[in-house]
């Protein structure tokens, strides 16, 4: 029996919206990466804890989620161009790891197994 998953990929879909559209704007070689860190927020997020945040009605570059209760947020910044994984929220100054474009997918996935 298949299990319903639909508002978990609507909230990935508004994250890969919002920083994707960051990407295309800044044109930025990004793209790889972003899809290295998502594959590592869904092989360890907990159920239900994705919340993407809006700015002025769009989606936003922040994705909010928890391993194993602990929260965590996922930050797009540009200029250096990067996504910065966070322990607690988008306002934290804890950086647990940041990734750049020519990140390997081993060093994303590693860095999220690595997570308590």
């Known amino acids: 029996m298949a ?19 960051r990407v295309n ?9 972003a899809t290295h860190v998502l594959s590592g927020v869904v ?5 239900g804890s994705l919340e993407c945040r809006e700015y002025a009605g769009r989606p936003a570059n922040v994705l909010r ?11 797009f910044r ?7 994984l966070l322990k607690g929220r ?8 940041t990734f750049v474009a020519t990140d390997s997918v081993d060093r994303v996935l590693g860095t999220f197994e690595q997570l308590p």
């Open 3 to 21: 299990k319903q998953i639909g508002d978990s990929i609507a909230v990935l879909r508004q994250y890969v919206t919002g920083v994707m559209d």
């Open 25 to 33: 704007h800044h044109a930025l070689p990004m793209a790889a990466v």
């Open 43 to 47: 092989l360890r997020a907990d159920q």
């Open 65 to 75: 989620f928890s391993v194993t209760g602990q929260p965590y947020a996922l930050r």
């Open 78 to 84: 540009h200029g250096p161009d990067r996504v910065e």
């Open 90 to 97: 988008e306002t934290s100054k804890h950086v647990v790891a």
